[in-house]
C-alpha cells in the first residue's frame, strides 16, 4: 500500500525517516501508533526526537530494541533533518547483505548497500550512529 511507502515524515517535515531491515520478535511499548513495525519504529523515534538530539535519540532506539528482539538480522535507520543525515547500521553475522558504506566528498554524502565499482567507499561503523 502506498500509505506505507517510505521516508515517513515528522513533525510538520522537519525530519525524515527510513527502516531498511529485519527484526524478528520485536516487543515495543505499548501505544504506539503503526499498523507495520516500520511505521510503530518511526513513531518510538518521534518520542525519543521530542525528548534527545537526533544522534543520541537513534542510539536510545538501538539501545531498547537491543533487550526486546529475538532475532536482529538488520537494523539500518536513517535520518535526515535539515540540517544534517544520521544513519545506524548494525547487523549480526557477518552482514554482508546489510553493510552499508559511505563517501563524504565536496559535492555531498553518498551511502550505499554495496562498494560502487571507481569509488572509494568506507563501510560505515557497524552499530554507532554517524552523523554526516
Not at 27 to 46: Q, V
Not at 49 to 65: I, S, T
Amino acid at each position: 500500500m502506498v500509505e506505507f511507502n517510505q521516508p515517513f515524515f515528522g513533525r510538520e517535515g522537519s525530519w525524515a525517516f527510513v527502516f531498511n531491515g529485519l527484526l524478528r520478535g520485536v516487543t515495543l511499548p505499548s501505544g504506539l501508533p503503526g499498523r507495520i513495525g516500520s511505521e510503530r519504529l518511526f513513531a518510538l523515534l518521534g518520542v525519543y526526537l521530542k525528548r534527545f538530539p537526533p544522534k543520541q535519540a537513534l542510539e536510545k532506539l538501538c539501545e531498547l530494541l537491543g533487550g526486546r528482539v529475538r532475532e536482529e538480522a538488520a537494523l539500518n535507520v536513517a535520518i535526515a533533518t535539515r540540517e544534517r543525515f544520521y544513519v545506524l547500521n548494525k547487523y549480526s553475522g557477518s552482514g554482508e547483505y546489510y553493510r552499508l558504506f559511505f563517501r563524504e566528498s565536496p559535492e555531498g554524502v553518498l551511502i550505499s548497500s554495496e562498494p560502487l565499482e571507481g569509488l572509494e567507499l568506507d563501510p560505515l561503523p557497524r552499530g554507532r550512529v554517524l552523523a554526516l
